[in-house]
């Protein structure tokens, strides 16, 4: 059975950081784009962060840049997202996601496999 299951999220104040972890078991993804998603109470699920399969291309979503990176550890089948000078507009569920290609898209489609979400809130 595959799995990909978040872990790190929790509730940290204006300003603070976080590092999400996602872990995948059942198959190796060491082929495969990974990308993090959010969604807010009462809006869909947005892009965040993504990287291709040897993490030498990364993509972030414009609201990100420069406060979150992205990076994946293929040995250990795992993808981090370090979030830094986090604000209330971040508080979310982010999801952890596995692209059925080589390459990352920034649209929810084309990833296959997805976490149970770990949720994320910004107290201001």
């Known amino acids: 059975q595959v799995q990909l299951v978040e872990s790190g999220g929790g509730l940290v104040q204006a300003g603070g950081s976080l590092r999400l972890s996602c872990a995948a078991s059942?198959?190796?993804?060491?082929?495969?784009?990974m990308g993090w998603f959010r969604q807010a109470p009462g809006k869909e699920r947005e892009f965040v962060a993504a990287l291709n399969w040897s993490g030498g291309s990364t993509g972030y979503a414009d609201f990100v840049k420069g406060r979150f990176t992205i990076s994946r550890d293929n040995a250990k089948n795992t993808v981090s997202l370090r979030m830094n000078s986090l604000q209330p507009e971040d508080t979310a569920v982010y999801y952890c996601?596995?692209?059925?290609?080589?390459?990352?898209?920034?649209?929810?489609?084309?990833?296959?496999?997805w976490g149970q979400g770990t949720q994320v809130t910004v107290s201001s």
């Open positions: 059942g198959r190796t993804f060491s082929n495969n784009a």
């Open positions: 996601a596995a692209h059925r290609s080589s390459s990352y898209s920034t649209s929810t489609r084309g990833y296959d496999y």
